[in-house]
């Protein structure tokens, strides 16, 4: 996955938190395969999310989406990408468990102190959400910030989503939610 300074929010002491969480990110999704450039259509509470066909992701009011230049579906309040979403077409089988996705959060961010605020688990969605703080050299920490990661079976398809760095504890909340109910339509007849 190919990290660009510009795909992270400058946060003054979260520069390196956010570069360590897209590279974290990559290493526990990878790429997305199958996602289009068609740009989202509005229609209220859901947004047509450019995956692919049929493929819906509900975003609250206000926000917006679009498919970014890593080919990944991205949303949040205007200017400010807060959710990220990766589809692995027929990877569905491959689902993480929440535990499975803690224990790889924790291996990629040894630099950083977690706090884990919130694990959930069914079969078609696993959650881990985390304050996390890097670790200064000094002993100290650096300031806290909010993330998520996550995994959403439908049908055979994955669905790996993840907050964005600079995303409050807010949009972490509501990218959690638009990631749980992430729904395909079938295909008209």
Excluded: H, Y
Aim: proline share 8%; aromatic share 4%; net charge negative.
């Amino acid at each position: 996955m190919r990290v660009l300074a510009s795909s992270a929010r400058k946060v003054p002491g979260l520069e390196r938190l956010g570069l360590v969480s897209l590279v974290s990110l990559g290493v526990l999704f990878g790429g997305c395969k199958g996602c289009s450039d068609e740009k989202p259509s509005v229609e209220g509470m859901t947004e047509d999310a450019g995956l692919r066909s049929g493929v819906k992701v509900p975003l609250p009011p206000g926000w917006s989406a679009q498919v970014a230049t890593d080919g990944s579906f991205q949303a949040g309040p205007p200017g400010r990408p807060a959710l990220r979403v990766d589809l692995k077409p027929g990877q569905g089988e491959e689902m993480p468990s929440s535990e499975k996705l803690a224990d790889t959060v924790r291996q990629q961010m040894k630099q950083f102190t977690l706090s884990l605020d919130q694990e959930e688990e069914s079969p078609s969605f696993s959650l881990l959400r985390v304050t996390m703080a890097p670790a200064l050299g000094d002993g100290g920490l650096g300031p806290e910030a909010p993330a998520f990661f996550g995994a959403r079976r439908v049908g055979d398809d994955l669905f790996l989503c993840a907050s964005l760095p600079g995303a409050s504890s807010e949009e972490v909340r509501l990218a959690t939610e638009a990631c749980r109910t992430i729904q395909v339509q079938a295909a008209p007849r």
